[in-house]
C-alpha cells in the first residue's frame, strides 16, 4: 500500500526556515525520483524541488537558493529545507515520486503540510 506522510509545517515569520519531511512506504524508496510540490489556494500545484535516485537536484527559479532537497534511502525520507521564507511560499506541500506514484490508475498524494508564512 502506498503512503506518503508529510510534516513539519506550520507557521513563520518572513525570512524564517522550516523543514519538511515525507515519509514514504509501498514504494522502492531509492529506484525513485522524489519531488515536492505545493498548491495555494485557487492556484494550481507548483513543482519546487526534485532529487534524482543519482542525488541530483534541480529548482525552479523561485525557490532556488532558498530551497534545498534532500534524501536518506536508509530511511525512506525526503526532506525539503526551506530558508528566507516569503508570504508567497505559503500553500499545502505535497511529495511525491517523479514521475507521480499511481494506485488504480490515479496519481497518488498524501494529506500534504500547510507552510504559513506571516508578513
Known amino acids: 500500500q502506498v503512503q506518503f506522510v508529510e510534516s513539519g509545517g506550520g507557521l513563520v515569520q518572513f525570512g524564517g526556515s522550516l523543514r519538511l519531511s515525507c515519509a514514504a512506504s509501498g514504494v522502492i524508496f531509492s529506484q525513485k525520483n522524489w519531488s515536492w510540490w505545493r498548491q495555494a489556494p485557487g492556484k494550481q500545484r507548483e513543482l519546487v524541488a526534485t532529487i534524482a535516485t543519482g542525488f541530483t537536484t534541480s529548482y525552479p527559479p523561485s525557490v532556488r537558493g532558498r530551497f534545498t532537497i534532500s534524501r536518506n534511502n536508509a530511511e525512506n525520507t525526503v526532506y525539503l529545507q526551506m530558508n528566507s521564507l516569503k508570504p508567497e511560499d505559503t500553500a499545502t506541500y505535497y511529495c511525491?515520486?517523479?514521475?507521480?506514484?499511481?494506485?488504480?490508475?490515479?496519481?497518488?498524494w498524501g494529506q500534504g503540510t500547510q507552510v504559513t508564512v506571516s508578513s
Open positions: 511525491n515520486t517523479n514521475p507521480r506514484t499511481k494506485t488504480s490508475g490515479d496519481e497518488y
